[in-house]
């Protein structure tokens, strides 16, 4: 194994339990569940399987650190700071990090150290950054024509509940966890139970960098136990959940009950463009990589490549001969590009798909088939002549599978490319600077890369239009999200 990418973890003592209030706790019940290794099969850790029980008593200490003057006087600038400790100490524990997102994910270790770690630091170091910022305005009022002072303030939502899905843990959970606090909440938080143990030392990073115990409690447990639970809380003023369209629904009606404010960054169809006078030469790799990156397992995966019939073939043959050099493999070796999947189930799903593409006339020109016989990888796949009417078209497959679609024109392939329930992301190909901004003012999707793909940051908006989500997560928007506006109005005349 190449010595950068040797762990600096204790595979033996992970933290594995419930953090409530600062203390490491089983669940009431005592049950568990068994976090397993993607890539052998083998048991990692066993997590508590927090029930409802476990949630109250999280929330109870959520909304009393909340409520509680040592939290709510920390002066805003030493909110800021705490987050950069945090920012500092999640720096210096990088490659750990990094090696523990691989172990359980299965993704390669090289990848989440320039992807997962950097998205982790960046966003506490951002949302610090605005903890001394969040100001209100103050509004000219015309009202009756008496003089007033009005005034907005910006104000913390209170105790946020967040749920994560298991393709990104530590950067997606992070993302939660640095804008509720920066706004001035404190979280329950139920990570995924199948990649948990990022989440639990990034919480045990964040109480050595000084967060106060109570602000950031972590329940695990199942979706419909903990998970329901927790989106149901009267107590629990916001949610925030990534995962599903499927599930997020569910979120929505567990809302209900006390209104929370509820954010959703749900699935995705996303859709590449590829014009016939697009850099051709970029194309292959970056269509390739825009689908096929974290072996698929990626919410804006442009899992749609759509291709202008004059360059169809060649990028057809360009995509699959990328396709062919990703290596398949344990994330933990340096060269592997594509880890295997999170695990049999997602497998089995995919494979799922594979064989209904095959029934529904796509062509298969590359992959389709499982990799070895420990573990769930599965070779990245490709599909030409697919079309509309195909299940691999239309349904979110979360695989390495793409389906490459021919276009006519400029029309066509905006109306195939918004032809689908989700609107989480876009790509568009070509050389033309009018037709790319042309194109991505029409695509129904709440971040269009011209060029690239991916580009993520926590300055800019992220979330989707129609079933890929409600509001933004990261920027100056996602942090509003964690805040309710309050007028205050005063008159001044006698
Ligand atoms: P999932 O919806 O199955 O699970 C996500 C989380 O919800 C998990 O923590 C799970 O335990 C919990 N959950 C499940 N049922 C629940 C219930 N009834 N009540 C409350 N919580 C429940 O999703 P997944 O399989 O973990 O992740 C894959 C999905 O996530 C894909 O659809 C993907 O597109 C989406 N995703 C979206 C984004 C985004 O930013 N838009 C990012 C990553 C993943």
């Not at 595979?11 to 019940?29: E, F, P, Q, V």
């Not at 089995?348 to 769930?376: C, F, M, N, P, T």
Request: charged share 25%; glycine share 10%; proline share 4%.
């Amino acid at each position: 194994m190449n010595a950068s990418l040797k762990p600096a973890v204790d595979t033996a003592n992970l933290r594995s339990k419930n953090l409530i209030g600062g203390k490491w706790k089983d669940a009431h019940s005592g049950q568990t569940i068994a976090v397993e290794n993607p890539a052998n099969e083998s048991i990692l850790a066993y997590v508590p399987q927090g029930q409802a029980e476990d949630i109250n008593e999280a929330v109870k200490v959520a909304r009393a650190t909340f409520e509680s003057p040592a939290w709510r006087k920390i002066r805003p600038i030493d909110r800021g700071r705490l987050l950069e400790n945090i920012a500092r100490k999640v720096e210096e524990h990088a490659d750990e990090l990094a090696y523990l997102e691989s172990l359980d994910t299965g993704k390669a270790v090289s990848f989440a150290k320039v992807i997962d770690l950097p998205s982790t630091i960046d966003v506490f170091r951002y949302m610090g950054g605005w903890c001394s910022k969040l100001g209100g305005i103050t509004p000219p009022i015309s009202f009756d024509g008496k003089e007033y002072h009005a005034y907005t303030r910006r104000e913390p939502i209170g105790v946020v509940g967040a749920i994560t899905p298991w393709n990104y843990p530590l950067a997606l959970g992070s993302w939660k966890i640095a804008s509720a606090l920066a706004a001035g909440c404190t979280v329950v938080m139920k990570p995924t139970e199948l990649t948990p143990l990022s989440t639990l030392r990034l919480a045990e990073i964040c109480l050595e960098a000084g967060l106060p115990e109570g602000a950031l409690n972590i329940v695990n447990g199942y979706g419909h136990e903990a998970g329901e639970a927790l989106a149901r809380h009267p107590d629990v003023d916001k949610i925030t959940f990534t995962g599903s369209t499927v599930v997020g629904k569910k979120i929505v009606e567990y809302a209900l009950g006390n209104m929370k404010r509820v954010t959703l960054e749900l699935g995705g169809k996303s859709p590449s463009i590829v014009f016939g006078d697009a850099d051709l030469d970029q194309v292959g790799l970056g269509a390739a990589l825009a689908v096929f990156f974290n072996s698929g397992q990626i919410c804006f995966a442009a899992s749609r490549l759509l291709v202008q019939e004059s360059v169809y073939d060649k990028v057809v043959e360009a995509v699959a001969a990328v396709a062919s050099q990703f290596k398949v493999g344990n994330g933990q070796e340096p060269d592997t590009l594509l880890g295997p999947l999170v695990s049999r189930k997602q497998q089995e799903r995919v494979l799922g798909y594979i064989q209904s593409g095959q029934e529904q006339g796509a062509k298969l020109v590359y992959g389709g088939q499982k990799v070895g016989d420990k573990g769930y990888f599965l070779q990245p796949t490709v599909f030409a002549d697919a079309d509309q009417s195909m299940k691999i078209v239309r349904e979110e497959i979360f695989g390495p599978v793409v389906s490459i679609i021919r276009f006519k024109d400029e029309e066509e392939a905006i109306r195939i490319a918004n032809d689908t329930t989700y609107g989480l992301a876009a790509n568009i190909w070509t050389r033309d600077i009018k037709k790319a901004h042309r194109v991505a003012h029409r695509l129904q999707a709440g971040s269009v890369w011209i060029n690239c793909h991916g580009v993520i940051d926590p300055a800019a908006p992220f979330g989707g239009f129609k079933q890929s989500g409600w509001g933004r997560e990261i920027s100056e928007e996602g942090l509003h999200a964690y805040t309710e506006t309050k007028t205050v109005c005063a008159l001044l005349d006698d």
